[in-house]
């Protein structure tokens, strides 16, 4: 499998984030990441990479619940960013309510919504998915 | 013969009369004889009457000669005849012999009426009588008549048929009273017939009749006598079946008299109206009751004095349109005024009373007091909203216990199996570590779900309590804290004020507040918190206002009393204790609300 370039985690769930990371390096789904503790950051990081010309990741997994801008917040910023067609989104949560779900059907910028805890399975078939896609556009 | 008429006698006669001799030459006559037959000559005498009329038949010449011959006179008493001239006359006649006393006929006596006028009179009655008994027939009005002198009794069809006796059928006054239903029908219709019999009547009389195949009719008779001289020659009248407007009558008086029962003994407050001024003509016991109105003086006074004034021209417009039969009932909530010129919320139904003839009689208007009504459905109002936010809470609340013990479950498992694969002995000391803390993170989470729980389902009792004393003991808990910080915490609390609250939660909602407003202060600017107190509307009103860095609302104000909301990526931020003081406050019935400004501080309104 083709590794990812350059992958985001947008998660406050530090052993969340530790466990994924060590999946995706051991497995060498991606070259790169980086870790955001909160959208804020994440939206920040964004807008910086744009004026500079810096490369955008090309996989950004978000955590719903985080502090000062949360997962939807982050989307809705998200969705007025003018480079976000190079930038594909997997909502990442333990959250099984059902209104989650759906609510990120709303949003085209969302990619898939996966439910934690998140398997090697998990990520390589995000990977792919996350390949074909950019294939496509 | 001459000698024994007087002839000036005879000429001056007021009717027309002729004297003849066998050869029918005129003897002598009277002067309107001629006038009657429009001769020129006012002096027949000598003249012969063929010559004098011409057109006297044969069947006439041999009519003379017959009676000459046989001495017996001959008469009729209309017949008509057709002059010269085409003219109709018609003529009451008689014809007789002049016998002498020797018993010989020399001549005859013509006498002669003309009738004409009393014919055409005659003619015109008979059909005025065709009209009247056409009429009746169809009016299906039937007639009768008795003659005194003949003892007969004349039906018409109709009558007849009332009776349901055939067309050939010859009544008699005794059988004719005999349909009279025995008892009061018979009795009141012999008195009625003796009576007009004297006076001549008219008279009328509702009655029974039992028809000839036994069927029971009510019939209107009527009765009027000629009396002539003081004696009555007959008596006539007119027969008419009114079975069905009795039986409607019948059944409405009885309609009425259970319709009476009801609104006696009814348990609604019911009014009967004049459908066209909403005079009240009675009210039932329960609206005297309802709007404490006496039963007698209440008759003067219309709707418009009992129902409140915006709501009567609704009401008056209704009515119309129940008159107009645009509605077939009127309906409308309304208020109507107590005796005492308080108002009580009633639910009005009218309906519209009409006689046999589609006349509006009354308007009988029930009203329903609704104040019981309007009362549990505010009670059931209020409860189902507690109800639907306290299962919204408990939704809430299970996605979050979902959500929480999830993240620290899939944390669990996703590092055990790391673990398993991992070779390098660093790694794995550094996976039991982090096992370690996502444990403690669990044990904390649930300690915080517990605490929720506990705020959620113990029942608490309110007390009341003084407030300043309660916030000033928990000062006292963080005493250090407020001396560390530099915390300046002003209280505009009166020393008598008192709130309806639980001690131990209301402790906890000020020492939450406090707390927040020092981890959430502006760098080098000393802390300023101010809390004050008042009532409003029976509730108690407690303002707490910090000088910290605020929060943007818009951006986050929905979330402020989430359950683990965050928001200004604090490390010891742990998004539980807005959400349990607000529980709190909830959970001793009253409300908390924000308002902030990034910068400059933010303020909290307790309602309790």
Redesign the interface.
């Known amino acids: 499998m083709k590794p990812l370039n350059y992958t985001w985690i947008v998660d406050d769930d530090d052993i969340f984030v530790f466990t994924v990371q060590k999946m995706m390096r051991k497995n060498k789904l991606t070259h790169k990441l980086d870790i955001f503790s909160n959208g804020m950051d994440a939206k920040l990081q964004l807008d910086k990479s744009k004026q500079a010309k810096l490369a955008y990741p090309e996989v950004i997994l978000l955590d719903i619940n985080m502090p000062i801008l949360d997962g939807w917040q982050f989307m809705d910023a998200f969705s007025q960013f003018d480079d976000k067609d190079k930038i594909i989104i997997f909502m990442v949560s333990s959250s099984i309510d059902p209104k989650d779900r759906s609510r990120s059907e709303f949003y085209e910028d969302i990619e898939d919504f996966i439910v934690k805890p998140v398997t090697i399975e998990d990520l390589k078939q995000m990977v792919d998915q996350a390949q074909s896609s950019m294939n496509i556009s | 013969m001459g000698k024994n008429l007087n002839f000036t006698a005879i000429k001056q006669a007021p009717v027309a009369i002729a004297y003849l001799d066998r050869d029918l030459n005129y003897i002598a006559h009277s002067a309107k004889w001629c006038e009657d037959y429009n001769l020129k000559e006012t002096d027949l005498k000598g003249r012969n009457h063929y010559e004098v009329f011409p057109e006297i038949s044969q069947e006439w010449r041999d009519k003379h000669q017959r009676i000459l011959r046989t001495g017996v006179a001959e008469s009729n008493p209309a017949q008509l005849f057709v002059r010269k001239d085409g003219t109709e006359q018609w003529l009451k006649w008689t014809v007789s012999p002049i016998i002498s006393e020797s018993e010989e006929i020399f001549g005859l006596i013509f006498s002669t009426e003309d009738i004409t006028e009393t014919m055409a009179y005659k003619q015109k009655m008979n059909r005025e009588h065709q009209l009247l008994m056409d009429a009746t027939n169809k009016a299906k009005i039937g007639t009768w008549e008795y003659n005194f002198e003949t003892n007969e009794l004349f039906w018409s069809s109709v009558t007849k048929q009332l009776h349901e006796v055939d067309e050939n059928y010859v009544p008699d006054v005794a059988n004719g009273i005999e349909f009279y239903k025995e008892g009061e029908s018979r009795d009141t219709v012999t008195a009625l017939f003796n009576k007009c019999q004297i006076t001549g009547g008219p008279y009328e009389a509702e009655l029974q009749i039992v028809t000839a195949t036994g069927k029971e009719r009510w019939v209107r008779s009527t009765l009027k006598g000629d009396i002539v001289d003081g004696d009555c020659l007959r008596q006539y009248g007119t027969f008419e079946d009114i079975t069905e407007k009795i039986e409607a009558d019948i059944a409405y008086k009885l309609a009425l008299s259970k319709f009476q029962d009801v609104f006696i003994a009814s348990g609604v407050g019911m009014l009967v109206l004049d459908p066209f001024d909403l005079k009240i003509k009675q009210a039932n016991p329960k609206i005297c009751e309802l709007l404490d109105l006496d039963p007698v003086s209440v008759a003067s006074t219309t709707l418009e004095m009992l129902i409140s004034k915006n709501e009567f021209s609704g009401f008056y417009d209704l009515v119309q349109q129940l008159l107009n039969k645009n509605i077939n009932r009127l309906e409308i909530d309304a208020k109507l005024k107590k005796s005492d010129g308080k108002f009580i919320s009633c639910s009005i139904v009218g309906s519209l009373i009409e006689d046999a003839l589609g006349n509006p009689v009354s308007i009988v208007v029930q009203a329903i007091d609704l104040t019981e009504i309007k009362k549990k459905e505010k009670e059931l109002k209020s409860f189902t909203r507690y109800v639907e936010q306290q299962n919204d809470r408990l939704m809430n609340f299970a ?1 979050i216990v ?3 013990l ?2 620290h ?3 669990f ?3 055990l ?2 673990y398993d ?1 991992e070779t390098s002995e660093d790694d794995k000391e550094n996976i039991i570590k ?1 096992l370690n ?2 444990s403690r993170q669990l044990s904390e989470t649930i300690g915080h779900l517990n605490e929720v729980v506990t705020v959620n389902s113990n029942k608490i009792e309110l007390i009341s309590i003084g407030l300043k004393e309660n916030i000033l003991r928990v000062m006292d808990n963080i005493t250090s804290q407020i001396k560390e910080n530099d915390v300046d915490i002003n209280l505009d609390i009166a020393d008598d004020f008192t709130v309806d609250a639980s001690p131990a939660y209301l402790e906890s909602v000020f020492l939450n507040l406090l707390t927040n407003s020092i981890k959430y202060r502006k760098e080098n600017e000393p802390v300023i918190i101010e809390i004050s107190a008042y009532r409003h509307k029976g509730k108690s009103k407690i303002l707490f206002q910090d000088n910290g860095i605020g929060i943007d609302l818009e ?1 986050h104000g929905h ?1 402020i009393f989430g359950m ?7 490390k010891d ?1 742990k ?1 539980i204790g807005l959400y349990i003081t607000k529980n709190q406050i909830e959970a001793m019935g009253g409300s908390i609300n924000v308002e902030s400004q990034v910068n400059i501080g933010t303020r909290f309104k307790i309602t309790l």
């Open positions: 996605h979902s959500h929480n999830r993240s479950s899939s944390n498992e996703v590092l199996h790391l694969q982090l803390s996502s951006l979330k683990y909301k965050t928001f200004h990526g604090n931020a998004g």
